[in-house]
């Protein structure tokens, strides 16, 4: 048995488990999506789409949308903590096709701030009742860090006045799974940064039990919608990087996929802002881009319904899904002396010698010997103009 | 005796906001209060870093008001390194602007605010033949109000309510008594809350498509802007451009028509008549339409007097935080700022629901400051735009207001209540969404001769720069400041619209906007307080953008020149 038919035979099992829990609602989703004016065919598309975003074979195709009709078993619930609601934003951008959001109307959405109709006192009924009718079952997603500082008083929420931090033990404690959604909930954040005034931290340094982090400033809405389909198929969390980022998403870096690579291989940079390169859209890496040390699939993915990304807006990738990227990857239009292309925008309009140490770290012989040969003839015709 | 209503979390706004007030035994309310819960520290964590990553860092202190942090700490540096971006940059600066507008307001009215207005399951009994016909009546040209499309609706909803479990829309006071839609009219706007979750993401990507990315954009730099190859592409302008009618197409044909809808449904209903305790507006210019010339100007009402339009003057803007929950003895300039944080917490106390935490009004009780302009409260957002410019006379303001007001038999006076802030913004968003295509235009023009979008610029390490940026957010007015020395930021303030709106009492006991707006409300059900979110909605809180912090210590940064309030918008 190869590993694929493991995975396969596991996530069918899942499935029939999930299966034998009774619905919150009774329409099945060919019912939903009949009124909605989706047809089973948008459907199938649009789970292979996520099959293949989460780096499965096409055979899965079945299994994912078998686990997308079964999604309302899943009630969840979405705290708040400190943030600035970009990430609540950003997911209710998505819809294209509309069937995203329709997802999370289908989840049963039981505790969101920003969404819910009711406030106060009945809101966090709400979220009581969520938190004991189906403890064990619900999927918790955290948006904002947790200020710990002060005991934690820098975030209260509720008529009791709770701390951020005494509520994200409460709903954590009897959650299925935890989703820090964002880079705030992830790793602490804007708020986190130095000096850190509020003692922010991210949820997996405040709570025992395992985070799945999925960053970003704010994170794509396909990278949310996919984790939460990867637990509802495996009943598992799914494979995760270092800073434990589910590496379907997260597992190459912006620089591997990105529409300018031809560029840096080439050694046609924006030498500053609005100059020819920038209206050719070449490479940004000397503009400060950070797409060569962040793992992200925003050069795939795109945002808006992919109508354009930071790259493609002519501005560098600032890091936003790497742990700490305020402190470490600032000041973000600049190049990183300290980093792994260290002095190479220094020295690159100099001397070959630098090209060795390029090699070395993985960037590729090629790309950097083109990228001296074009270089030095830029300066020639700059010189000779 | 009077007794203690707590509301916390109020939701459907951007952050953590509690409402407490005191009703009396005929459920009137006394006394309010307002209390911003979270505190973050942002200006704090900007010092000592490059002054090019201001906006970009202080973006994050708002992602519902995305971008216009952003835009306020580029142009903030932009001014202290004296700074001029080409006309290219700043014409995309203000489209990007409007766009944000045509997004930003729709989702509150929509999304935020409407459930304040419709009641949902009154929108079941509804007939949809009926309701197709009642569309009629509040524009020529409905949109998503067949009688197939909401029977689909109702159908839709009906399936929803049915299971027992609402999700999102469970447990909220639907049958409140002040819900004056007919089912009919709910079922429209049910219609149109739906239409316009798919309109907003349209909106976001006209937004997009030279911003990178919305929320948190990034295509704004010191000196220009980077989205140069989307600017001088004809499919990317031409993508706007299509994007830009469909969004503009919904505020006209339904977004307005429901606040038609609303002021006829809603004219005799007591509980949004009133909502109007402080009577001073203040709004800045905003939104280049072409060279040197703006959509909005700037200005300030006192006392409700429409016959007097006042020039800002800045140094009558003070900071008070005698209940808010910071170090300081008085009021002081922002510039003069200091923030220590003085956190003092709530205590025990009995509710209409039961035991609470409650505020201790003697003491402090929130993280927002209170501003004071003169001394005076002041309130800020697009009915102080649609004021200050109603009475100067601009002409597009007064024509679209005067136009609303014939339409709906109302009077001048009906915009200083509840009602006539929800409609003044959907007024704001008319006008912007009228004009943007002048700005547009304006740009196509200039590409013809002109391609420049960046200007450079050096940052002398030897030299010290101090700069602000003043203009208009969707939540009202925005400034930020900045102090530049050895390269680096040693200075960062925010003054924001929901500080002017949210803050706490003073010394003096003044007290502003939310607080002044709630007294004198008679709620139906102290237990489901649907009339006290309708008011605070109304006013579309944001709260992590009022919970600011500088911690200047008394560096004095009084050379600030703050003669005119230009400079374009920004939450």
């Known amino acids: 048995m190869n590993s694929y038919d493991a995975l396969f035979k596991q996530a069918r099992l899942q499935l029939d488990s999930l299966s034998k829990l009774s619905s919150l609602k009774e329409d099945p989703l060919e019912v939903m999506l009949e009124k909605n004016h989706l047809d089973r065919r948008d459907f199938i598309k649009w789970a292979a789409s996520i099959t293949a975003m989460l780096a499965l074979p096409g055979h899965f195709t079945p299994l994912v949308a078998d686990a997308v009709k079964l999604a309302d078993r899943l009630p969840l619930v979405w705290l708040h903590l400190a943030e600035c609601t970009g990430c609540s934003e950003s997911l209710i951008r998505t819809d294209s096709p509309t069937i995203d959001s329709l997802i999370f109307d289908y989840v049963s959405l039981e505790y969101h701030e920003t969404l819910m109709a009711a406030s106060g006192w009945q809101a966090e009924e709400n979220l009581e009742n969520a938190i004991k009718n189906y403890a064990g079952r619900y999927i918790l997603l955290i948006e904002g860090g947790v200020p710990t500082a002060m005991n934690g008083q820098y975030l209260t929420i509720g008529a009791q006045a709770r701390t951020g931090v005494d509520l994200l033990h409460h709903a954590a404690a009897s959650a299925a799974a935890i989703f820090s959604i964002g880079t705030c909930a992830s790793f602490g954040g804007i708020q986190a940064a130095a000096p850190n005034p509020t003692g922010a931290k991210g949820v997996d340094k405040v709570i025992s039990k395992p985070v799945i982090n999925v960053p970003g400033c704010p994170p794509n809405a396909k990278n949310i919608v996919g984790t939460l389909v990867y637990f509802i198929l495996f009943g598992t969390l799914p494979a995760i990087d270092v800073y434990s980022r589910p590496k379907w998403a997260y597992g190459n870096r912006i620089h591997d996929n990105c529409e300018r690579r031809g560029h840096f291989d080439a050694g046609e940079f924006v030498e500053t802002f609005g100059d020819g390169g920038a209206k050719e859209g070449w490479c940004l890496y000397k503009q400060g881009c950070k797409g060569p040390y962040t793992f992200n699939n925003c050069s795939v993915e795109r945002f808006n319904q992919h109508t354009n990304w930071p790259i493609g807006a002519g501005h560098g990738c600032m890091g936003c899904s790497e742990p700490n990227f305020w402190d470490t990857m600032g000041p973000l239009e600049k190049p990183i002396d300290s980093h792994l292309l260290m002095g190479l925008n220094a020295t690159a309009d100099k001397i070959g010698t630098t090209l060795l140490t390029a090699t070395a770290i993985g960037i590729g012989a090629h790309a950097v010997a083109s990228l001296f040969a074009k270089s030095n003839d830029r300066n020639n015709e700059e010189e000779q103009s | ?571």
């Open chain 2, 1 to 571: 005796m009077s007794k203690r209503v707590v509301i916390d979390p109020i939701t459907r706004i951007e952050g953590h906001l509690r409402i407490e007030v005191e009703v009396d035994e005929n459920n009137v309310v006394q006394k309010a209060y307002s209390s911003s819960t979270l505190w973050r520290g942002i200006e704090l964590i900007l010092k000592g870093r490059d002054p090019r990553d201001a906006g970009l860092m202080s973006q994050r202190i708002c992602g519902v008001c995305t971008y216009s942090h952003y835009k306020a700490g580029v142009e903030a540096v932009e001014d202290a390194l004296g700074v001029t971006p080409p006309l290219n940059a700043q014409l995309v600066r203000s489209l990007l602007n409007e766009s944000l507008y045509m997004h930003d307001h729709v989702v509150h009215f929509y999304h935020l605010h409407g459930l304040d207005w419709v009641d949902i399951i009154s929108a079941l009994k509804a007939d949809p033949a009926k309701a197709s016909k009642e569309a009629f009546k509040y524009t020529d040209l409905p949109i998503a109000t067949g009688e197939d499309e909401l029977k689909a609706v109702q159908e839709r909803v009906k399936g929803f309510a049915s299971k027992g479990s609402l999700g999102p829309f469970a447990n909220a006071y639907w049958g409140n008594k002040t819900y004056k839609f007919t089912p009919e009219q709910n079922l429209i706007a049910l219609s149109h809350y739906l239409k316009a979750l798919e309109v907003q993401r349209t909106a976001a990507q006209m937004f997009a498509i030279f911003g990178a990315k919305q929320p948190h954009p990034q295509s704004l730099v010191v000196g220009g802007i980077t989205s140069v190859k989307d600017m001088l592409s004809p499919a990317r302008l031409i993508e706007w451009k299509s994007k830009y009618e469909i969004v503009k197409d919904f505020i006209d044909r339904a977004y307005y028509a429901d606040v038609v809808m609303a002021a006829a449904a809603y004219g005799t209903e007591e509980s949004v008549l009133g909502g109007m305790g402080v009577k001073n507006f203040l709004s800045g210019d905003a939104f280049l339409l072409s060279r040197n010339k703006n959509l909005f100007e700037s200005g300030i009402i006192k006392n409700g007097d429409l016959s007097k339009v006042y020039e800002i003057e800045d140094q009558k803007i003070e900071e008070d935080v005698t209940h808010a929950w910071y170090k300081g003895e008085k009021p002081l300039q922002p510039y003069d700022g200091i923030t220590d944080p003085d956190y003092t917490g709530f205590i025990d106390g009995d509710t209409v629901n039961g035991p609470a935490k409650i505020i201790n009004e003697n003491d402090k009780y929130s993280w927002v400051k209170a501003p004071r302009y003169d001394g005076e409260s002041y309130e800020v957002g697009p009915l102080s735009s649609m004021l200050v410019n109603y009475a100067k006379g601009n002409k597009v303001v007064v024509d679209t207001v005067n136009s609303f007001l014939k339409r709906t038999g109302l009077p001048v006076e009906a915009l200083f209540t509840t009602l006539g802030r929800t409609a003044a913004r959907m007024l704001q968003t008319k006008v912007i969404s009228d004009n943007a295509i002048t700005t547009f235009n304006s740009l196509i023009e200039n590409i013809k001769s002109d391609q420049s979008t960046y200007t450079q610029f050096e940052i002398d390490p030897n030299k010290e720069y101090k700069g602000r940026f003043i203009g208009e957010a969707p939540r009202g007015t925005l400034g930020h400041w900045v102090r530049i020395k050895n390269g680096l930021i040693e200075n960062y303030q925010a003054v924001v619209p929901t500080t002017w709106n949210a803050g706490p009492r003073d010394a003096n006991d003044i007290i502003g906007p939310y607080e002044a707006s709630l007294v004198g409300l008679k709620i139906e059900d102290p237990t489901k307080p649907l009339e006290v979110l309708r008011i605070i909605h109304s006013f579309d809180p944001c709260m992590s953008c009022s919970v600011h912090v500088m911690d200047i210590k008394g560096k004095d940064l009084t050379n600030f020149k703050i003669s005119t309030m230009n400079g374009g918008t920004a939450c």
